[in-house]
């Protein structure tokens, strides 16, 4: 399994083992800031995966799923929640602009929006839930 190390250049299409064997891709093109279970910039144990990516960059899904949710959500931002079909969600926050709806099928890598066209909010944040608990997207 390839493991996600911060300084890592995924591309999309970059695969990396979800939890319970499951497939995920690398949402964007960009470095691998912030690996799951490290401390994030407030020093709080991250839940997910940190990228920073070049501002206006396409966001692709990295799992394939129906969207269950697309809008801001609290600090997040502009978020996708995407249900795959072995009921993990894969969340992927921080967009710029969103290009896709609830209730939308979704393909792995298939666009779902841009990043922000600031350098100041090129980051995307990516997480996989079962139920009520994060897993290691890694």
Do not use: C, W
């Not at 800031?33 to 991250?46: A, D, E, H």
């Amino acid at each position: 399994k390839a493991a996600a190390k911060a300084g890592q250049k995924p591309a999309p299409g970059r695969r990396y083992a979800g939890g319970q064997g499951g497939r995920l891709r690398a949402p964007v093109t960009g470095t691998l800031v912030v690996g799951f279970g490290k401390p994030n910039r407030l020093g709080i144990q991250s839940q997910g995966l940190v990228f920073a990516a070049r501002p206006g960059g396409v966001v692709v899904a990295p799992a394939a799923g129906r969207v269950v949710f697309s809008g801001a959500f609290r600090a997040l931002g502009n978020m996708v929640l995407i249900r795959q079909a072995s009921g993990q969600h894969v969340l992927v926050a921080g967009l710029g602009h969103i290009d896709t709806a609830i209730g939308r099928s979704l393909e792995a890598g298939e666009p779902l929006g841009r990043m922000a066209a600031s350098a100041q909010s090129a980051e995307l944040y990516m997480e996989v839930r079962q139920g009520n608990r994060a897993v290691n997207p890694a």
